[in-house]
């Protein structure tokens, strides 16, 4: 099985920067295509960013386009989101998500089997 354990979450103001780690155990970590989606309070669940199996192609929702960064190492099984001038509306929880089998960019939640307990990222203004 896959298990994921999402951190590095916490409280950072307005134009401040924060990176989010997940680390995986389980099987085929290096072939499958991982994603961090964000929930907001009253929200749905939404795609921030998605990595292919060798972090050669990734996805980016345009909100967060240009300001985050998705990068995995394959060798130590992590996936890291970047968050850099974050606004409030970033205040969300972020889960580390995991496909099944499929190393593409995925970028709907349900693509995807495994997921994190979520974290919380809160940006003040």
């Known amino acids: 099985q896959v298990q994921l354990v999402e951190s590095g979450g916490g409280l950072v103001q307005a134009g401040g920067s924060l990176r989010l780690s997940c680390a995986a155990s389980g099987r085929t970590f290096s072939t499958n295509g991982m994603g961090w989606f964000r929930q907001a309070p009253g929200k749905e669940r939404e795609v921030a960013a998605a990595?292919?199996?060798?972090?050669?192609?990734?996805y980016y929702a345009d909100s967060v386009k240009g300001r985050f960064t998705i990068s995995r190492d394959n060798a130590k099984n992590t996936v890291d989101l970047q968050m850099n001038s974050l606004k409030p509306e970033d205040t969300a929880v972020y889960y580390c998500?995991?496909?099944?089998?499929?190393?593409?960019?995925?970028?709907?939640?349900?693509?995807?089997?495994?997921w994190g307990q979520g974290t919380q990222v809160t940006v003040s203004s």
């Open positions: 990595i292919n199996w060798s972090g050669g192609s990734t």
């Open positions: 998500a995991a496909r099944r089998a499929g190393g593409g960019v995925y970028i709907n939640s349900n693509d995807y089997t495994y």
